[in-house]
């Protein structure tokens, strides 16, 4: 089966532009969530997806947000664009195991440059 | 609430050298714990993983123990090489299916 797959990997941008990220989960994969790593506050909780609904959100403004398609496909984006932005933003896909417990399973990530 | 704390790092040893990183936890509940490693350049990885108390989850010689009574789980590894060097983040998944990342620990190994 094809890992969790992230577009773009890398992404420069100016303060106050949007950007969008695009995260595929892996296939059969309902729950897709994402988190924003930086070297100071470690990983952080963006939000989770779930068959198209938001199930989870973690401590962003506003400017943050996500949808998901009905393929489990799911865009994140980031409207007016701030330094602090500058970040690795992480997604990750999972499934329900026979557990009961779902692992998560990271993409490659995006690196995010805001000049 | 709900929350993870990992000795912090940097951690540099010797190629062989036995190998603990400490992972505490707080939460409600009955929580999955999992250790997750990440390497330059790359997302995270699964490491190993434990859904309830004493469970053992294990992987590329690395272990970790649920102990519900000290609410830890420490990961070890009896003879670290030098392809271990990496990032490694302790988690767990609550009841509400919310997972909490620690702040990860960098390991590097030395031959």
């Known amino acids: 089966k094809a890992g969790v797959t992230q577009t773009p990997r890398y992404l420069i941008k100016t303060r106050g532009q949007q950007v969008t990220l695009s995260c595929s989960p892996i296939?059969?994969?309902?729950?897709v969530s994402w988190y924003q790593q930086t070297p100071g506050q470690g990983l952080q909780f963006l939000f989770e997806?779930?068959?198209?609904?938001?199930?989870n959100k973690g401590n962003f403004p506003g400017r943050f947000s996500g949808r998901q398609f009905s393929n489990s496909r799911s865009e994140m984006n980031v409207s007016t664009l701030e330094l602090g932005d500058s970040a690795l933003y992480l997604c990750?896909?999972?499934?329900?195991?026979?557990?009961?417990?779902?692992?998560?399973?990271f993409g490659p990530g995006t690196r995010l440059t805001v000049l | 609430g709900n929350s993870v704390t990992q000795m912090e790092g940097p951690v540099t040893l010797s190629e062989e050298a036995f190998l603990t990183i400490n992972c505490t936890y707080t939460?409600?509940?009955?929580?999955?714990l999992f250790w997750y490693v990440q390497y330059p350049g790359e997302g995270l990885q699964l490491l190993l993983k434990?859904?309830?108390?004493?469970d053992k989850g294990s992987n590329k010689g690395f272990e970790a123990t649920y102990r519900k009574e000290t609410t830890s789980f420490h990961l070890e590894k009896g003879s670290v090489q030098v392809s271990d060097s990496a990032v490694y983040f302790c988690?767990?998944?609550?009841?509400?299916?919310?997972?909490?990342f620690g702040t990860g620990t960098s390991l590097t190994v030395i031959p």
């Open positions: 990750a896909s999972s499934l329900v195991d026979r557990g009961g417990t779902d692992t998560q399973y």
């Open positions: 939460a409600t509940g009955y929580p999955s």
């Open positions: 296939s059969g994969h309902r729950s």
């Open positions: 434990a859904t309830k108390a004493d």
């Open positions: 997806y779930f068959s198209e609904t938001q199930r």
């Open positions: 988690a767990l998944r609550n009841t509400g299916n919310q997972f909490y």
